[in-house]
């Protein structure tokens, strides 16, 4: 599929993408001006505070955006996920830019000018609101535009919170290795960021003190176009709350990889077709969705009990699977309130991956039996697989592993294609892969039993189940409903033949509903 | 005030300033009146403390010793707007704002004291006219002006309330001397005429020579000599001296031009 088929495809997801983005931008930097400007000012007048005030912002601006997400996502009132943390998220960003250049605008007023405003009697205010404000406007602008810019980068980064916008297409893209969707999702917010620096260097010129002339009218027309935006996000924001306002739905979440997406789509759309609207809060990263069922943002999402039992619960690797999921159960009742459904009939661990060739020439079958040749290979893994207590600091200790050099560290779904292309001789993928057939790639059985089970699950919220009789009855039917082929088959259809996830479920749901 | 027969309109009684505690005094022990309708030239090197002596009479800066009086009150017992208001003050190159046209610029007292528009307006056709600008000037902005003539705009923006009292800190010190001396002329005609309290500040001898009545030397904050034009020439005073001697140089060009011809 071409760009411009995929852009006819997309079109009205496109545009909803663009206008989210857009609204978090455009909210951001209307309250970060409404601080920013104030406090800028404040700062002038007060120079013990300069120091403190414009130190912090800056700390703001050092800190990596994801890492900022996560430290606002336990926060209340202000943390959580979806929109409200990311517009925290992007004002503290944006601060910085619109402060400072607010301060340098006021104190780069010419001291005649400034000395001439107190001799002639103004006050205070007037002397701000006549002669400083007006001759900094130009550098304070400048900030606005500056901040603006970086907010529309920033957002992108929202999408793994949860917030939408173009970020989405970005991180489906890097996880699907589909160029169109990264081409989307990066050329959108880079042609935003051109389109908004173009706008406001307009204004900035019409407010430099050399073409004094035309402030007025320019103040006028940033007053119109204000308003023309404002009126645009009421109508957004009105347009968007009359959707989600609607009652008694069940809120979907998933985590940001494709068989994720897919097992929150079936029960999606299950309970649709039961008459329960469904609102779909999709890839959120990391343990992002944990955090939102705890915070009722969201009502129920598809995990894994080996995750549960390791990631959230904590506890050290345990590789049977019945006692795992019977902790996981009960630990999820007596401490989270939170419902684990019966396993889904299909698992989904770490899988030792070799190219085909290789293992039928050197007659591979199990990891025990590539230990002689891990000295020549060289192997490429997962960030995930790199960091966790199951993952390969564990991994190779059970097998006595040695490789030619450290394992290269790289995102997951491009180990597929460094392994394809001879780049690396090993990788650590998901079992569930639909790549893996497709690439003729060989999955070493792990004879040691090395890595804990990781049957899917739904875990949902007990007031939402107790609640919505659908619910239960769908999860009923969906134990033991997806053997390894068919997920792996989904998995293929969304990644390899870029067939979206709703498609993909529908034709399975069909399946299923004849036999 | 009610003090019977006050002639001076600014009074310095023994004043001293320092920036902090810690710094030299930039100026000490000053003590003298302006009488009203006079002009006063302070004349000095830079750094001799005659801008600091400006800034004190409309409270840009407070005594950290002794009071300036103006109109037989303490600068800190003034309202510092009310004070400012009624007290006209030039800057070297006007200190024009450079966001406004040269009719705001004039009428910004004016707009501050809220007098009616159509009085603004009037006042500032006729400053316009009294410096010597066309009318039509008042739509142009700073930057579109020569030196000369925004320096002109700004005595026009100082006299624009009619305030008894105008402070004037090197006003023509950024023009060439053709200008300088043009505008120095009308601006003694139009002092004189408009019988203002004056108070110049200049490093400029002949300046002080033709403008002041009288002519107060500062030097090290403070003030050495306080004489009228005829006696300043005529002192013997050396501080005085060296001013005097810059005078003669062009005279013993002549006398050369005499010799040779």
């Known amino acids: 599929m071409n760009f411009w ?28 001006i409404a601080i920013g400007i104030p406090a800028g000012i404040l700062l002038t007048r007060k120079k013990s505070l300069r120091g403190p005030v414009l130190g912090l912002a800056n700390i703001m601006q050092t800190i990596p955006s994801l890492a900022l997400f996560g430290f606002l996502i336990p926060l209340p009132f202000i943390g959580g996920i979806g929109t409200r943390t990311a517009v925290v998220a992007l004002v503290l960003y944006s601060l910085l830019p619109i402060i400072r250049n607010t301060v340098t605008g006021i104190l780069g007023v010419d001291v005649n000018v400034r000395e001439a405003a107190v001799a002639m009697g103004m006050t205070d205010g007037q002397i701000l609101r006549q002669v400083e404000l007006p001759l900094a406007m130009s550098v304070i602008v400048t900030g606005v535009r500056v901040a603006m810019v970086i907010a529309i980068g920033v957002t992108t980064i929202a999408a793994a919170v949860g917030a939408g916008g173009l970020g989405v297409y970005i991180f489906r893209g890097l996880r699907q290795n589909d160029n ?7 050329g959108g917010a880079a042609l935003m960021a051109l389109g ?58 998933s985590k940001d990889f494709t068989e994720s997406v897919i097992l929150a789509e079936i029960i999606a759309q299950m309970l649709e077709k039961g008459g329960i609207p469904v609102e779909r809060t999709f890839e959120l990263g990391g343990n992002l969705p944990h955090d939102a069922l705890l915070a009722r943002k969201i009502d129920i999402y598809p995990e894994y009990t080996g995750t549960a039992y390791t990631a959230i619960l904590r506890y050290p690797v345990n ?30 661990t770490f899988a030792i991956l070799v190219r085909g060739a290789e293992a039928r020439r050197l007659k591979l079958k199990t990891v025990s039996d590539a230990i002689p040749h891990t000295v020549k290979w060289r192997a490429g893994f997962g960030q995930d697989f790199m960091t966790r207590d199951d993952g390969y600091p564990g991994f190779s200790k059970a097998y006595s592993l040695q490789f030619a050099e450290r394992p290269r560290e790289m995102d997951l779904s491009l180990t597929y294609i460094a392994l394809q292309s001879g780049q690396v001789d090993l990788i650590a993928g998901n079992s569930t892969e639909g790549r893996i057939a497709a690439m003729d790639l060989v999955q070493l059985e792990d004879d ?32 033991g409903a997806i053997t390894t082929d068919e997920m792996r088959q989904m998995n293929y259809e969304v990644d390899a033949n870029k067939r979206t996830p709703p498609e993909v479920v529908r034709e399975w749901l069909a399946r299923k509903g004849g036999n | 005030m009610d003090e019977p027969v006050h002639n001076a309109l600014v009074e310095f009684r023994d004043v001293g300033f320092r920036h902090s505690a810690a710094s030299a005094a930039v100026i000490s022990h000053l003590t003298f009146n302006v009488q009203r309708g006079e002009t006063l030239v302070l004349l ?91 009318g039509d000037f008042a739509a142009r902005y700073p930057a579109e002006l020569s030196g000369g003539q925004r320096q002109r705009v700004g005595v026009a923006r100082a006299l624009a309330a009619d305030p008894p009292l105008l402070l004037l800190d090197e006003p023509f010190g950024a023009l060439d001397p053709l200008t300088r001396v043009g505008l120095q002329r009308e601006f003694s005609v ?72």
């Open chain 1, 448 to 479: 040691r039993r090395y890595f804990p089970p990781y049957e899917a699950v739904y875990i949902a919220r007990r007031d939402t189940i107790d609640k919505v009789g659908q619910l239960r009855e769908a999860l009923t039917k969906l134990a």
């Open chain 1, 319 to 348: 590789t049977d699977p019945a006692k795992v999921l019977e902790q996981v159960k009960k630990d999820y009742v007596g401490k989270f309130n939170l419902v684990v459904s019966e396993p889904l009939g299909f698992e989904n």
């Open chain 1, 5 to 32: 088929q995929f852009l006819q495809q997309n079109g009205p997801e496109l545009v909803a993408h663009v206008r989210d983005h857009f609204l978090l931008v455009l909210i951001s930097i209307v309250i970060a």
């Open chain 2, 190 to 261: 139009l002092a004189r005429s408009l019988n203002k309290t004056v108070v110049l500040v200049t490093h400029d001898v002949r300046e002080a020579l033709l403008l002041g009545t009288r002519i107060g030397l500062m030097d090290q904050g403070q003030l050495v000599l306080l004489e009228t034009p005829a006696a300043f020439l005529a002192s013997t005073d050396a501080h005085a001296l060296a001013y005097i001697e810059t005078l003669k140089l062009p005279a013993a060009v002549s006398d050369q031009e005499d010799l040779s011809a």
């Open chain 1, 180 to 186: 169109n969707l990264l081409l989307a999702g990066a």
């Open chain 2, 44 to 134: 000095g090197k830079s750094g001799c403390g005659k801008t600091t002596t400006l800034k004190l009479i409309n409270r840009l800066l407070v005594p950290t010793s002794g009071q300036v009086l103006v109109n037989g009150s303490s600068t800190s017992d003034w309202d510092p707007i009310r004070l400012r208001r009624q007290t006209g003050y030039v800057i070297q190159e006007g200190g024009l704002f450079p966001h406004f046209s040269v009719g705001r610029n004039v009428a910004l007292v004016p707009e501050l004291e809220r007098w009616p528009a159509s009085r603004t307006q009037s006042r500032v056709s006729e400053l316009l006219a009294m410096i010597g600008l066309p």
């Open chain 1, 196 to 253: 908004a620096d173009f706008i406001l260097g307009f204004f900035e010129r019409r407010f430099a003190v050399t073409r004094q002339k035309n402030v007025q009218r320019s103040g006028l027309l940033l007053a119109a176009a204000s308003l023309v935006i404002v009126v645009i996000a009421g109508f957004f924001y009105l347009s968007g709350r009359t959707s989600s306002e609607q009652s008694a739905r069940v809120v979907v979440g």
